[in-house]
């Protein structure tokens, strides 16, 4: 059997899964690998206030982003929008200056995980806003920031397994080309 043919390790989504929000997101490889994430975890994906790129059919083709269409992406022009438009939905941050681990968080089905800017993370008045909600990765090295994807998918992993949400893995085929 080719690698390709064998069966992928998979679990049934969550009932309601948590809102993956990203503010102002500047960097389209970022974007990218955190709408494939989102797509893989049955997240909705939240583009919210102005993009640094374009997520127009053209452009997400030329990238070579073959999944786009497995995402559930939703855009609001400000964060005001996404609240309104997810009103049960609890704000947790995730910033390179929260003061409490994102281990602290206690994560409850339909949070929105929030996220900010690559070059500047989340405003300072939205932090103070949610001081109680902000939370980081810790690291160990002198690195001043982690990789946005990458803080996302540890954070969205995260979260789903408090859910429990990997509780009854099972080996799948998968779809045909």
Same mark, same amino acid.
């Given at each position: 059997?080719?690698? $390709? $043919?064998?069966?992928?390790?998979?679990? @049934?989504?969550?009932?309601?899964?948590? #809102?993956?929000?990203?503010?102002?997101?500047?960097?389209?490889?970022?974007?990218?690998?955190? &709408?494939?994430?989102? =797509?893989? *975890?049955?997240?909705? *994906? #939240?583009?919210?206030?102005?993009?640094?790129?374009?997520?127009?059919?053209? &452009?997400?083709?030329?990238?070579? +982003?073959?999944?786009?269409?497995?995402?559930d992406i939703r855009t609001h022009p400000d964060l005001a929008t996404f609240e309104r438009a997810e009103p049960e939905a609890r704000i947790k941050l995730f910033s390179a200056v929260g003061t409490k681990s994102y281990?602290?968080? $206690?994560?409850?089905?339909?949070?929105?995980?929030?996220? =900010?800017?690559?070059?500047?993370?989340?405003?300072?008045?939205?932090?103070?806003? #949610?001081? $109680? @909600?902000?939370? &980081?990765?810790?690291?160990?090295?002198?690195?001043?920031?982690?990789?946005?994807?990458?803080?996302?998918?540890? +954070?969205? %992993?995260?979260?789903?397994?408090?859910?429990?949400? %990997?509780?009854?893995?099972?080996?799948?085929? *998968?779809?045909?080309?």
């Amino acid at each position: 059997m080719a690698k $390709d $043919d064998m069966p992928r390790l998979r679990v @049934a989504p969550i009932e309601r899964p948590p #809102h993956v929000v990203l503010l102002e997101p500047e960097i389209p490889q970022n974007t990218g690998n955190i &709408a494939r994430l989102a =797509g893989a *975890l049955g997240l909705p *994906l #939240h583009l919210v206030g102005p993009l640094g790129f374009s997520i127009d059919e053209k &452009a997400v083709r030329r990238a070579g +982003v073959d999944y786009w269409h497995l995402v559930d992406i939703r855009t609001h022009p400000d964060l005001a929008t996404f609240e309104r438009a997810e009103p049960e939905a609890r704000i947790k941050l995730f910033s390179a200056v929260g003061t409490k681990s994102y281990l602290e968080a $206690d994560f409850a089905p339909g949070d929105a995980l929030i996220f =900010g800017r690559e070059s500047t993370g989340l405003p300072l008045p939205l932090l103070e806003k #949610h001081a $109680d @909600a902000c939370y &980081a990765l810790p690291t160990i090295g002198a690195v001043r920031s982690l990789n946005l994807a990458n803080c996302v998918a540890v +954070v969205a %992993f995260e979260c789903l397994r408090q859910l429990g949400a %990997f509780r009854e893995p099972r080996l799948e085929a *998968l779809p045909p080309k």
